[in-house]
């Protein structure tokens, strides 16, 4: 009651707009429905947020169909190379103790210089030989009679390290080493010298592995692969001499005793990809 259509009409050029800044509710809003006396500027002001909203409100909607008709696979791919050895990584210890350290240091140094003179017959890698420095240390043992420790006498070592460039060479090397009177020859270390290629080949075949497995993945429901969203490297294995990951095996040759067998060093590289079905 006390209604009339003349406060009806004032009443619709009111909006939520008028008492709100949200943008969303700014879309509801036209040039008719805007307030008494408003300046150009404020009508400016809210077109722009009308402009905004309906950008912002398509926007969403594009995503909303894109993953309604978009399906999104993942598939992990896995490449193995198999490389054979093809140089060895050498290290050897001469040591000696004695009560009096120079002697110690010097016998050391002279099969030291033996060693050296003997690897002149081998392949050795270019820059890899490493002869090292002395280094003297107290050895002591437990006297249990007195209860404390007895000086035996100061322990002169010196290391030489250097990377074999032909495997035929392995069985007379150890021969010229032990007839050099080294003290300890360290675990030999195959590699491959184009190990970086063969990492290389791993990666790529994960890659190709992943690709297949999401194409299969695709079909099998009734899709197709439009795109490769992702690819990320998940694991490698990347043998490490120092770190005792080589595969490479050595072995006496049942026919000589001078001959070796080698096993091949593997290289494993794993990755995770996502595409896109449709």
Known sequence: ????????SSCARFTIADYADDTLFAAGTSIVNRRPNQTPTEILTMLTKQMYATLFLTFMLV?????????????????????PPNQAVVSVDVSLTDINPTKAQHYVSER???????????????????????MLSPDYEWDREASR??????????????????????????????DAKVTRISPLAFINSEADEAKDRALALAVEN??????????AAEMSLSSI?????SFSSLPSPSSGLMRAEI?????????????????????IATGIAK
């Open 1 to 8: 009651s006390g209604f009339s259509m003349a406060n009806a």
């Open 63 to 83: 995503i909303a169909e894109t993953a309604v008709a978009n399906t999104v696979l993942q598939a992990n791919g896995l490449g193995v190379v198999s490389a």
């Open 112 to 134: 030291i210089d033996v060693v050296l003179a003997a690897l002149s017959a081998f392949s050795i890698v270019e820059d890899s030989l490493d002869s090292g420095y002395v």
């Open 149 to 178: 420790q007895r000086l035996l006498g100061f322990r002169a070592t010196r290391s030489v390290s250097f990377t074999l460039d032909n495997l035929n060479q392995v069985a007379p090397l150890m021969t010229a080493l032990t």
């Open 210 to 219: 992943a690709t297949h497995k999401l194409q299969l993945l695709a079909k």
């Open 229 to 233: 969203a992702t690819i990320n490297e």
């Open 251 to 271: 072995a006496p040759d049942r026919a000589s005793k001078d001959n070796y067998v080698f096993g091949d060093i593997t290289y494993r590289a794993e990755v």
